[in-house]
């Protein structure tokens, strides 16, 4: 038996289709999704604005909120799909010790595929000037639990978001 995800995050670089992917999943399946730019504190998004990216300190009450909102919707019932970039492994761990049974889609992507993606993007605060230190922060999941790796430049949303909720029915809490 494969051991149960009550919560998805949809993760990766700028540019990859994260917030795509996890709506196109929430359609699927009548999932809820949360958008972790969303919560972004203003000061956060001048700095991202301006081509400054965040520390480790920025980005630490913006994940306290981020494990609040997940925690939230599992105790009003609700199945949720958090789109965040979790780059590193500690903003994983610090959100799987906040929702058990927490789950990982890595959209994984090339750092031109990003930059072109990004470059594209209308009206979004993160310049494409921001890709290489999304790179350099970037600590790939590979070989942590309950996570799925997807290559995001070959495929399109519906197969990417297809493929995670497939996993995830898969994983589905009895």
């Known amino acids: 038996m494969l051991p149960p995800i009550h ?13 795509s992917v ?16 969303a919560f972004h504190p203003p000061e956060n998004i001048r700095k991202m604005s301006a081509g400054i990216p965040l520390t480790d300190e920025d980005r630490d009450g913006w994940l306290g909120i981020l494990c609040d909102e997940l925690r939230h919707a599992i ?15 500690s903003y994983r761990e610090r959100l799987r010790s906040a929702v058990p049974g927490l789950g990982f889609v890595y959209l994984e992507l090339s750092p031109a ?19 290489d230190s999304q790179f350099a ?10 996570t799925l ?4 430049a070959r495929e399109d949303i519906r197969q990417l978001a297809t493929a995670a909720a497939d996993w995830w029915r898969r994983h589905r809490p009895d």
């Not at 919560?7 to 289709?17: D, F, N, P, S, T």
């Not at 790796?149 to 995001?152: H, I, M, R």
């Open 113 to 131: 595929v990003a930059a072109r993606r990004v470059a594209e993007r209308p009206g979004h605060f993160m310049p494409a000037s921001m890709i």
């Open 137 to 146: 922060t970037l600590e790939p999941p590979q070989g942590e639990p309950l």
């Open 7 to 19: 919560a998805l995050v949809i993760m990766g670089v700028a540019g990859c289709g994260k917030s």
């Open 149 to 152: 790796v997807l290559d995001a």
């Open 75 to 89: 105790a009003a019932g609700r199945r949720p799909v958090l789109s965040c970039s979790a780059l590193k492994r």
């Open 22 to 37: 996890g709506h196109a999943l929430c359609q699927f399946n009548g999932a809820m999704p949360i958008e972790g730019d």
